[in-house]
């Protein structure tokens, strides 16, 4: 299957659009890397509503397993693409000095529960030797593309870092996410408000604490 950005006509096709749509609007090709079994998710969800004492017929739920498969190949679109693909255009700039974008606003699903968890991401990065840096919304499909997998917040910090690492060689890469888990608000220890903060620090960043510094005071301070 290929990953195609034209207009979707069938349940496949839309899949492939919203795979394609998080790499850039008009992108063909890519390895595809799950596919999504629209109809496996649909009788799995009427199974829960089974379980949870409720009719899965009556009018209101008819459609909800149809829906809820559609919404799930939607939240998973990022394990239908390679993130190195988001990557795939950088330019020179001769720039040696920090790249910032804050606040890219992050949503994603915990992989123990499935339940969301939302917040900002900041991700920002020193270019390399060669001065090449990549586009400004590049670094926000990157956050979006490891997003719409089941997450935990520590591996989509380090996932964002490591990638920008290998594929820009910067001097350096300093992410930072800022998320409220909604596993530790609906249930559970049902605290809201809570935030999670990680941080993936990589290369100079890492290793010169006057740099860190400075680039975590922009992050905090703006
Ligand atoms: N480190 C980390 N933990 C997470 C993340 N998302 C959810 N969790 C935690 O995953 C843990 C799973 O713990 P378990 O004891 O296996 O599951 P549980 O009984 O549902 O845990 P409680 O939430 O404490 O009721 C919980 O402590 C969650 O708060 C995340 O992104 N990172
Ligand atoms: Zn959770």
Known sequence: MAVSATEPDSDDDELDYLAARLVNGKLGGGPIEAAVDLARIEKAVREI?????????RDGLRQTPARVARAYAELFAGLRVDPAQVLSTSFEANHDELVLVRDIDVISLCEHH??????????GYIPGESGRITGLSKLARLVEVYARRPQVQERLTSQIA????????PRG????????????AMRGIQKSGAKTITSAV???LKQ???SRAEAMSLIIHG
Do not use: Y
């Open 49 to 57: 509503l089974i379980a949870v004492g409720e009719d899965p017929d």
């Open 162 to 169: 490591d990638l920008l690492m290998t594929r820009l060689e």
């Open 208 to 210: 010169d604490a006057k």
């Open 173 to 184: 890469v300093l992410v930072v996410l800022e998320c409220e888990h909604m596993c530790m």
């Open 202 to 204: 990589r290369g100079l």
């Open 114 to 123: 499935l339940l969301p968890f939302r917040g900002v991401a900041h991700v």
